[in-house]
C-alpha cells in the first residue's frame, strides 16, 4: 500500500480517576467508526487511544483507597481497556502514561526544552481548583467559583517550572494569519485571537495590520506562559534535573499522540520519522475531552497548547493534525494544520 494511503486517529486519552463516562464513550465510538471507514477505504490506519493515568486527583483517590497510585491507575485502567474491547473498539495501540517508554521521552524532552531555554523555575500563584488542577485568577471566576466544574477554590502558592508560550506568540500569530486554512472555521480562529493571544489593542484589527504590526516589532500578545511542573503531589513523571518536580499534564498526557508512535527525542528521524512518513500521511483526530458543557475553558487551553507545541516541535515531526471538540459548547469543528505537511 502507498503512503498516501496511510492514516493515523487518536481519541483523547481517558483520565483514571475514576471510571469512564457516557463522554469518553461517545468520543471513542466517534473514532472507532471513521477508523473502520478509513480502512473500508483502503488506508493504512493507526487507531490510539489509552489512558491519563498521573495527578493530584489519582494521588487522592488513591489514598482514599487505600492503595498506592499504581495499583488504582491499573485497575481503572483495566475497566476502561475492558470496556473498549467489550465494544469491540478497533484500536491499534492503547497507551498509558505510566508505560516506561512515554515516561523516558518525557522526561527526556522536558529536558531538552530546559536546555534550550525554553523552560524556567519560578512559582505559581492563585485561585487553585483541586478538582481541576487548575490554577485561577479572581477575573475568571464564575460566581467565586472554579469556571470549570463550578467547586469552590482556595488561594495557593507553588514552586513550579514555566514554559515560555509567550516567547511563540508573535511566530503564532504569524502562521495563523498567513495560513487561513489552520484553524477553521473562522470563527474559532477569532475566538483564539480575542481570548488567548493578541493584547486587547490589536483584538479586532485585520490580517494585514497584524502582518504590518509584526514586520514592524509593535505587535502585543498576551499569551501566558504554561506551568508545566507540579510540586504539589509526588504521582507523575520525575523532572529528572529537579527531584522536586513532577511533569505536569501539558507535557506529559498531551505528548502521548506523537510518543505512542515512537518519537524519540533521542533519535526523532531514524525511529519517529520514519513512522510518520512511511506508516501515516498523517491525520491526527484529538478529540477534545469537552463532554460538560460548562468544561469550555479547559477544553479552549487543551486546544491552543496543543496548537503551540506542534508549532514549536523539530520540523521532522510530519503532523497533519486536526482537532475535533465534540462538546455541546463548541458544536464545530478545529482544524490544525503543520506547515510542513500537505493537505488531503
Known amino acids: 500500500m502507498g503512503k498516501d494511503k496511510n492514516y493515523y486517529i487518536t481519541s483523547a486519552i481517558t483520565y483514571t480517576s475514576g471510571k469512564p463516562h457516557i463522554g469518553n464513550t461517545y468520543e ?5 467508526a471513521i477508523a473502520r471507514l478509513k480502512r473500508m477505504q483502503g488506508y493504512n490506519v493507526i487507531f490510539q487511544t489509552g489512558t491519563d493515568e ?3 486527583k ?3 483517590k488513591a489514598a482514599e483507597k487505600g492503595v498506592t497510585p499504581r495499583d488504582f491507575v491499573d485497575g481503572v485502567s483495566q475497566i476502561i481497556k475492558s470496556i473498549w474491547d467489550g465494544m469491540n473498539v478497533s484500536y491499534d495501540k ?3 502514561t505510566t508505560d ?3 515516561k523516558r521521552v518525557v522526561a527526556d524532552m522536558f529536558k531538552k526544552f530546559y536546555d534550550k531555554g525554553d523552560i524556567y523555575k519560578s512559582s505559581y500563584e492563585g485561585l487553585y481548583c483541586t478538582p481541576c488542577e487548575s490554577f485561577w485568577t479572581e477575573s475568571q471566576l464564575v460566581d467565586g467559583k472554579c469556571p470549570d466544574c463550578g467547586r469552590e477554590v482556595k488561594p495557593a502558592k507553588e514552586e513550579a517550572y514555566f514554559f515560555k508560550m509567550g516567547k511563540y506568540a508573535e511566530r503564532l500569530v504569524k502562521h495563523i494569519v498567513t495560513h487561513p486554512e489552520f484553524i477553521q472555521p473562522a470563527a474559532r480562529r477569532n475566538e483564539m485571537f ?3 493571544l493578541l493584547a486587547d489593542e490589536f483584538v479586532g484589527k485585520s490580517d494585514g495590520e497584524l502582518l504590518q504590526a509584526i514586520e514592524n516589532g509593535t505587535l502585543k500578545t498576551k499569551l501566558q506562559d504554561l506551568c508545566v511542573s507540579r510540586t504539589s503531589f509526588k504521582w507523575g513523571i520525575p523532572v529528572s534535573f529537579d527531584s522536586r518536580h513532577v511533569v505536569y499534564v501539558w507535557l506529559d498526557a498531551l505528548t502521548n499522540y506523537i510518543t505512542g508512535l ?3 527525542t533521542q533519535s526523532p528521524s531514524e525511529k519517529y520519522n520514519k513512522k510518520i512518513n512511511s506508516r501515516t500521511k498523517s491525520t491526527f483526530y484529538f478529540y477534545q475531552k469537552c463532554y460538560r458543557i460548562n468544561h469550555r475553558s479547559n477544553s479552549k487551553k487543551h486546544c491552543l497548547t496543543y496548537q503551540k507545541l506542534v508549532s514549536i516541535w523539530p520540523n521532522d515531526i510530519r503532523i497533519h493534525l486536526c482537532i475535533f471538540s465534540v462538546s455541546a459548547y463548541f458544536n464545530k469543528t478545529y482544524t490544525f494544520r503543520n506547515r510542513n505537511t500537505a493537505s488531503d
Not at 471513542?28 to 472507532?32: A, E, G, H, M, S
Open 262 to 264: 515512537g518519537y524519540d
Open 194 to 196: 480575542n481570548n488567548f
Open 94 to 96: 492503547f497507551i498509558r
Open 100 to 102: 516506561e517508554e512515554h
Open 28 to 32: 471513542v465510538i466517534l473514532c472507532d
Open 58 to 60: 489519582v494521588e487522592l
Open 54 to 56: 498521573h495527578g493530584q
